[in-house]
């Protein structure tokens, strides 16, 4: 992860959505825990996307330690956001960041808003029983063993069958990227 963090600090742009993309399941998780006035689930997923671009600029360390660093930035940001810290659309509170300002570009909102679509046009390839096994993790928060009662399968199978669909989504969001470029 660090590796590509340094290249994008090298001026490699391509390679946020590559460190976006490392923390999409998080992202989507997070996206569906919460409920904030005047944003939907997709405004929501931009702002986790928001949050590894910005916490990609303002990171100082070394070593492996960003991918902490990350889903830290993704998870306090939300909070923040439902606190009601976050004051304009899709802004960070910069309070808490003095030390490292950055603000956000149109260009950080235009690869988010894509990578978002990418993600939707990636779930329509999904079959009927794979959307809803996502849908009733991520978004219903049902455990596995719920959606496994539920789907008359065993916890194990449904397990493995999430893990695998999710990367079926990565698979999917791989070759978009390709196409793109």
Known sequence: MYRLLKKYREGDEKTIEKIIEAFVPLILKES???????????DLVQHGYL????????????????KFYCIKAIKQNYKA?????IKHYR?????????FPYE???EDEVI????????YKAIDTLTE?????????????K??????KENGRSYNKTRYEKIRIVEKLKKQLEIREAISN
Not at 33 to 41: G, L, N
Not at 55 to 66: I, L, P, R, T, V
Not at 91 to 99: L, V
């Open 104 to 106: 956000f570009t149109v």
């Open 32 to 42: 569906s825990r919460y409920r904030v006035k005047c944003y939907d689930y997709e």
């Open 51 to 66: 949050s590894v671009m910005k916490a990609a600029n303002m990171y100082k360390g070394s070593g492996e330690s960003f």
């Open 112 to 119: 988010a808003y894509e990578k978002t679509k990418d993600i």
């Open 129 to 141: 029983r794979e959307k809803n096994i996502l849908n009733g993790f991520y978004i219903e928060k």
């Open 143 to 148: 455990t596995i063993k719920d959606i496994a």
């Open 81 to 85: 956001l439902l606190k009601g810290e």
């Open 91 to 99: 802004e960070i509170p910069e309070e808490k960041y003095d030390k």
